[in-house]
Structure formats: structure tokens, C-alpha cells
């Protein structure tokens, strides 16, 4: 694969990318070419130990948005991120895939349990029109559930912000291992 080939298969691969990133590193790459041919080299052997820009360019998405997600975490360059990671091989579907979807059906699952416990007085209240008997009882222990579940999305909220901070550390470790870097 010649310069030209080579950049064109990157530039076709990076074009998700903004275009102030797409010519920075396509600009980068120009560069490798150039050092090299000033070394002697032709451009099927630079090419050839550049790698297939295919991959480098799914490395180069993939780091994008986990860089992205330093500047601005949001669940969108989130999902960006661990799709990236994921397209990087059979290995991280396993391995990025099946923890991140065990912990997201957690997290909807203790966030489904805080509402309904925040929600117990309307439930109680429900239960009035339907019974129409109060009971001191079961009003107090809707307050204490109620209050109970406001704590928990309490912790939710901080334990979800954990697991974005980890789970980004966990890809970028992940993509480390996929590029052969310790």
C-alpha cells in the first residue's frame, strides 16, 4: 500500500471525526511518511510498519472519545466511548460489553427501586381513596420510605458518577491491553 492508499483509507475511516482532528492526524501521518522517505524508505515499507490504517483508525475514534469524555461526560460520548472500545476486537465485546451491561441493569434497577420508594405517600394516598380508612401506621412508614428512597437516589447519583469515572479508567486500560502497551 503506497502514501496515497494508506491516507486515504484513514482519512475514509476518521470521517466521524471533526475536521480540525481528521487533519491534524492525517497531518501527523503525512509527517511519518516524510521522515521516512528522508531515511531511504519507500512508502510500502512505512506503510506496512504504520499497521493497517483501519485499525488505526478505530484506535484513533476510540481515544477521541474517551478524550472527549474528560472534557464533557456525558452519557453520549459515554456510549461513544465503549462502542469504540468494543469495535476494537471480539475480546472487548466480551470483556467491555457484558460488565458494563451488568452494571447499568444494577443501576436501573436500585434507580426503579429509589422512585417507587420516594413515591410511597402517593401510594399511600392511593390506598386512602381506595380503603378510604387511615391508619397512622402505614402513613408514617410511607414518610420513612419516602425518605429512605430520597436518600438512596442520594447515593445513586454519587455511586453512578463512580462508575462513570471507573469504567472510563476501565476502557482506556482496556484499550491500553488491545494496542499491546502495559
Same mark, same amino acid.
Given at each position: 500500500?503506497?502514501?496515497?492508499?494508506?491516507?486515504?483509507?484513514?482519512?475514509?475511516?476518521?470521517?466521524?471525526?471533526?475536521?480540525?482532528?481528521?487533519?491534524?492526524?492525517?497531518?501527523?501521518?503525512?509527517?511519518?511518511?516524510?521522515? &521516512?522517505?528522508?531515511? &531511504?524508505?519507500?512508502?510500502?515499507?512505512?506503510?506496512?510498519?504504520?499497521?493497517?490504517?483501519?485499525?488505526?483508525?478505530?484506535?484513533?475514534?476510540?481515544?477521541?472519545?474517551?478524550?472527549?469524555?474528560?472534557?464533557?461526560?456525558?452519557?453520549?460520548?459515554?456510549?461513544?466511548?465503549?462502542?469504540?472500545?468494543?469495535?476494537?476486537?471480539?475480546?472487548?465485546?466480551?470483556?467491555?460489553?457484558?460488565?458494563?451491561?451488568?452494571?447499568?441493569?444494577?443501576?436501573?434497577?436500585?434507580?426503579?427501586?429509589?422512585?417507587?420508594?420516594?413515591?410511597?405517600?402517593?401510594?399511600?394516598?392511593?390506598?386512602?381513596?381506595?380503603?378510604?380508612?387511615?391508619?397512622?401506621?402505614?402513613?408514617?412508614?410511607?414518610?420513612?420510605?419516602?425518605?429512605?428512597?430520597?436518600?438512596?437516589?442520594?447515593?445513586?447519583?454519587?455511586?453512578?458518577?463512580?462508575?462513570?469515572?471507573?469504567?472510563?479508567?476501565?476502557?482506556?486500560?482496556?484499550?491500553?491491553?488491545?494496542?499491546?502497551?502495559?
Amino acid at each position: 500500500m503506497n502514501q496515497y492508499m494508506f491516507l486515504k483509507v484513514l482519512e475514509t475511516n476518521l470521517s466521524a471525526l471533526p475536521e480540525g482532528e481528521r487533519k491534524d492526524i492525517l497531518s501527523d501521518y503525512q509527517e511519518y511518511f516524510d521522515a &521516512g522517505k528522508s531515511e &531511504g524508505k519507500s512508502e510500502e515499507e512505512i506503510a506496512k510498519k504504520l499497521g493497517n490504517p483501519k485499525q488505526i483508525a478505530k484506535e484513533l475514534r476510540t481515544m477521541y472519545h474517551l478524550d472527549q469524555l474528560e472534557t464533557d461526560p456525558s452519557t453520549s460520548n459515554f456510549m461513544r466511548a465503549v462502542i469504540g472500545t468494543i469495535s476494537l476486537s471480539f475480546f472487548n465485546l466480551v470483556f467491555v460489553l457484558g460488565p458494563f451491561l451488568a452494571l447499568v441493569g444494577v443501576f436501573i434497577a436500585f434507580y426503579t427501586a429509589a422512585a417507587i420508594l420516594t413515591l410511597a405517600p402517593f401510594l399511600h394516598l392511593f390506598d386512602l381513596l381506595l380503603i378510604r380508612e387511615f391508619e397512622w401506621f402505614p402513613f408514617f412508614a410511607s414518610l420513612a420510605f419516602s425518605g429512605l428512597g430520597i436518600l438512596l437516589l442520594i447515593g445513586l447519583l454519587h455511586a453512578t458518577r463512580a462508575f462513570f469515572h471507573l469504567f472510563k479508567k476501565y476502557l482506556q486500560w482496556n484499550v491500553r491491553i488491545v494496542k499491546g502497551e502495559k
